[in-house]
């Protein structure tokens, strides 16, 4: 009997370890959101369909307060950015290696790890909500 009763409470034990790594996981933001904001994207980018706004940091980064002046090209909520951009093309030009169509560089590189570029970029590929894309990018009147 008393195995018995040692087994139930390994079986609580590992329960109790187990639920509240499950609980916070299902309530998470996905990894690419996270690491999303953790650069620090949506200072200039919103993407709508997820809830992220675009939010102004009064910022200390010098390299991207210079972008931001000489900015002439508003940057595009990333609702839809999946449709018309692959993981791969998006690695490449947040290392600025890729230019756009326009021939225009992305204003900063990418200050993380490769494999957290891979995170961002693949989570960025699904976003593929067109309207709200394109409400988020229409002329603010
Ligand atoms: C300082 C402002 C700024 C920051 C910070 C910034 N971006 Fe951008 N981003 C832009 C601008 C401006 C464009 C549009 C460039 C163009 O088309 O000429 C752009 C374009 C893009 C595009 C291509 C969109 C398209 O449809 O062509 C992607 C993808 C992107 N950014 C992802 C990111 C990610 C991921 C981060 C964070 C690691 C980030 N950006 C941080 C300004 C910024």
Redesign the pocket.
């Known amino acids: 009997m008393r195995a018995f009763g040692l087994a139930i409470t390994m079986v609580f034990a590992l329960g109790a370890l187990a639920a509240p790594a499950f609980a916070t996981d299902t309530a998470k933001k996905s990894a690419g959101q996270e690491l999303?904001e953790k650069?620090?994207?949506q200072?200039?980018?919103s993407i709508a369909t997820v809830g992220v706004e675009k939010k102004k940091a009064a910022t200390e980064d010098a390299e991207?307060a210079a972008?931001?002046k000489t900015?002439k090209?508003?940057?595009?909520d990333?609702s839809a950015?999946g449709v018309?951009?692959k993981a791969d093309w998006?690695a490449a030009?947040?290392m600025k290696k890729e230019k756009?169509k326009?021939g225009?560089l992305?204003?900063?590189k990418?200050k993380g790890t490769d494999e957290e570029l891979k995170k961002?970029?693949a989570w960025?590929e699904t976003l593929k909500d067109a309207k709200a894309a394109e409400k988020a990018n229409a002329p603010k009147k």
């Open positions: 999303f650069y620090k994207c200072s200039c980018h991207e972008a931001d900015e090209k508003a940057p595009p990333l950015v018309s951009h998006m030009f947040l756009t326009e225009k992305h204003t900063k990418f961002v970029t960025l």
